[in-house]
């Protein structure tokens, strides 16, 4: 059991711009590099970031993103939930289950995968980057040559 | 986030072989069969069901598969826990991760990871073998042709 890869990029991002103490937008060809990860993938992560409102975009020359959301109120069980989707843990379609018009499993999974969000409900942003997290994050963003500011 | 096709196979077969009103032994061939998966697939699922004693296998001529615990003494979390194994939800290492020496997140996970199987433990395989599933795993048996009991 993992998260997609889309989740896992899109906590990278957020907890990159977690950072409090950057005065200039960062841009997504700085995340890229910084998490060496494809800039594209980046793109369309971002741009549901965006249309969720945790991430705000400016276009322009001196254009890039930040968090719209004070990284307190937002939780990672909220995260998790919208980046994740609504897909169940088995899939009973793809590779046809005799038993999928009345498993019990299924509830039982529910279940559990609530409990699990529920969990994350009590870790926000803010939690997850707050020490050592954020000495590591503080430190990336002291490393971005000026150029690419 | 899914479980792997491989915990699936589990659940499955340790499902088919939860009904208590068969006289012979099963064999791995019947439940590719019923559940039309491949065969070979299964073999390896079922090798590590009779390693964690959760299967008995009798080699020979009407040899085949049973249950080698009580339905009611096997919980969906024991279940998941040893077939999913013990990877985190996130792979910090194999696309490296620059946070991954002091990433809270992780802690986050593990927590929410913990709280998932310990719901899970609250359910046993015949808890999710009962009704209506019960139904529907008596039909698959009754369809098996004696041919290959």
Not at 21 to 28: F, G, M, N, Q, W
Not at 72 to 100: N, Y
Not at 123 to 134: E, F, G, Q
Request: proline share 3%; with cysteine; aromatic share 6%.
């Amino acid at each position: 059991m993992q998260l997609t890869r889309y989740t896992d990029l899109s906590l990278r991002v957020l907890m990159y711009l977690s950072y409090p103490d950057r005065a200039d937008l960062v841009t997504i060809a700085e995340i890229a590099t910084q998490f060496d990860v494809p800039r594209n993938h980046l793109v369309k992560v971002v741009n549901q970031l965006v249309k969720l409102g945790w991430v705000v975009a400016t276009r322009g020359r001196s254009g890039g993103i930040r968090l719209g959301v004070p990284a307190g109120s937002l939780t990672i069980g909220q995260i998790l939930r919208e980046m994740e989707g609504t897909k169940a843990l088995i899939d009973c379609e793809g590779e046809i289950c005799v038993l999928r018009n009345g498993c019990r499993l299924r509830g039982a999974l529910a279940d559990a995968l609530q409990q699990f969000y529920r969990t994350l409900d009590g870790y926000t942003l803010a939690d997850i980057c707050s020490a050592p997290t954020a000495g590591l994050i503080a430190q990336m963003h002291r490393l971005v040559p000026t150029a690419t500011h």
